[in-house]
């Protein structure tokens, strides 16, 4: 494994009731950049980030996370793996039990703190890195679609992982809320040289944070490139992908 | 050998099985590994416990007050109304006391934990304590499963209590049977090993419900629907594991606590 990569994906296949949704992914994710994953709804990106994080165990294929293959690893021995990576979930997942303080603290205080002095003042700073300082009592449910995302994005990162797994981060919110999220992706990346994949269909979201772009379609990696080599590619693919065509009849 | 293998049901039924005494074992496993969150425990024993007391104390009551009456129309007309209260007391402890009250939590408890867990499961919150490096198991079956281990004994000890109360009520004010030979009868006939044996009810009952209402839980799928569904299949399910559980416990349990022998 090579030492720029954070993740490295070799030949990974998964199947669903029959179906083939991953077909022999290869991907590399180089350490401290940002990859965006694009490809169509329903094409298994979601599915594909799972598998990073142990959330899906995979049909065959080897899966390496900082040089260890995570593929044939249990529940309990997945744990510290997991302890290095943040996931925001498409929807937020927050508890919906708790306040969003105790949402955002739940990895700190999972991880031993207990000094409430201490857990107040990293969700603090926290919630402040996504701009909703004061909202800490708040319960999900009060909340708007973004505010959801930004506080799971607050959970995700309050424990400073080396990498974090968006699942697309910007669907169902607003051209403003997605700039917001958009920002603090990228500001994460350059501040905290956090290593990011990102899944999503959303080209504004892709041009404003990618280092790297790859096209997952029919279960392969059809594209994997630079954001430029993208936009300067001529394949009819990425063609349609970029320019939002479908070739369906009216 | 295709036979029974070849019958969906019948395997749909061998996984469940499996799938639940797998529950079962990780649970154990855990809580003898020590992984047991105490504040956690602390909550769902409020929940279990506290939260039912009065579904409890009315089953209970009223159960043994019934219970009482209908016993007492029947020896009365045997000249036999001083053994009504031994009839109530052994019935209520071996079995009225420990399935009724496993039957009011299954509906009560094993729902919301069904509905708690399979709405955690479909919004994406379990992946989300997974992928927070926290163990579903332990989060969330573990406590469940130690507060129900405590609550219920203490719950079915509170049933009989207020069913026996109950029955002297009944009994002694409203159908004139004499409180000296309704107590003393009581005393004589009702043996501690008939108590032991509604605590082990009450223990196995628990276990039941607690291993049932979390696996529908976390195998709920499809949504809102798959939420109902998994709730109804958890109260349905636990409910009658308990009565068939019972038959064969009191089978055994008769074995080891004779009923009538001092």
Redesign the interface.
């Given at each position: 494994m090579s030492e720029k990569n954070l993740i490295e994906v070799r030949d990974l296949r998964q199947t669903f009731s029959g179906q083939e949704i991953l077909r022999g992914v290869n991907l590399d994710i180089p350490r401290g950049e940002t990859m965006v994953l694009l490809g169509q709804s329903g094409g298994g990106k979601s599915v594909f980030l799972?598998h990073l994080?142990?959330?899906i165990r995979p049909l065959s294929g080897s899966i390496r996370i900082d040089g260890e293959e995570i593929s044939h690893l249990n529940?309990?021995e997945?744990?510290?793996i997991?302890?290095k990576?943040?996931?925001l979930?498409?929807?937020g997942?927050?508890?919906?039990?708790m306040t969003v303080f105790e949402n955002v603290a739940?990895?700190l205080r999972?991880k031993g703190e207990r000094k409430e002095s201490v857990l107040r003042k990293k969700v603090a700073q926290a919630l402040e890195l996504v701009s909703l300082q004061g909202q800490e009592e708040k319960m999900p449910v009060n909340l708007s679609g973004g505010m959801r995302k930004r506080a799971a994005l607050a959970?995700a990162i309050i424990s400073e992982p080396a990498c974090i797994l968006y699942d697309e981060p910007t669907a169902g919110l607003d051209p403003i809320v997605s700039d917001t999220i958009n920002r603090l992706i990228r500001r994460l990346q350059t501040h905290l040289k956090v290593t990011s994949i990102v899944v999503t269909h959303d080209m504004i979201s892709t041009n404003h944070v990618a280092d790297h772009v790859a096209l997952l379609r029919e279960g392969r990696i059809h594209f994997n490139g630079t954001l430029s080599e993208l936009h300067s590619s001529k394949d009819p693919v990425l063609r349609d992908f970029i320019d939002g065509r479908s070739h369906e009849i009216d | 050998m295709k036979f029974p293998y070849s019958f969906p049901v019948t395997r749909a039924f061998c996984t469940y099985l499996g799938q639940t005494a797998l529950l079962a074992g990780e649970t154990f496993n855990s809580i003898f590994a020590g992984r047991i969150r105490f504040k956690l425990v602390l909550r769902q024993i409020v929940e279990i416990g506290f939260g039912s007391q009065a579904v409890v104390i009315i089953t209970g009551g009223f159960t043994g007050a019934v219970f009482t009456a209908q016993t007492f129309f029947q020896f009365n007309a045997l000249n036999m109304s001083s053994a009504v209260g031994p009839v109530v007391s052994v019935a209520l402890c071996r079995e009225l006391g420990p399935v009724l009250t496993a039957l009011m939590v299954a509906g009560r408890v094993g729902a919301a934990m069904s509905a708690e867990i399979g709405t955690m499961k479909v919004t994406e919150q379990i992946d989300a304590l997974r992928a927070l490096a926290v163990n579903p198991v332990d989060y969330l079956v573990v406590p469940r499963a130690v507060a129900m281990m405590i609550s219920m004994p203490l719950l079915v000890g509170e049933c009989l209590f207020f069913g026996i109360l109950a029955s002297y009520f009944v009994a002694i004010r409203l159908l004139n049977v004499g409180s000296v030979y309704f107590l003393h009868n009581m005393w004589t006939y009702t043996h501690g090993k008939d108590i032991v044996m509604a605590m082990t009810k009450g223990y196995v009952f628990a276990l039941l419900i607690v291993f049932v209402a979390c696996n529908q839980g976390l195998s709920t799928t499809n949504g809102a629907v798959g939420v109902g569904r998994s709730t109804t299949d958890a109260v349905v399910i636990s409910s009658l594991c308990i009565l068939i559980g019972n038959f064969f416990l009191t089978m055994a349990l008769n074995i080891v606590f004779p009923a009538g022998v001092h």
């Open positions: 799972r994080i142990g959330l529940e309990r997945l744990e510290p997991r302890r990576i943040g996931m979930f498409q929807d997942a927050l508890f919906d039990s739940f990895p999972e959970r | -």
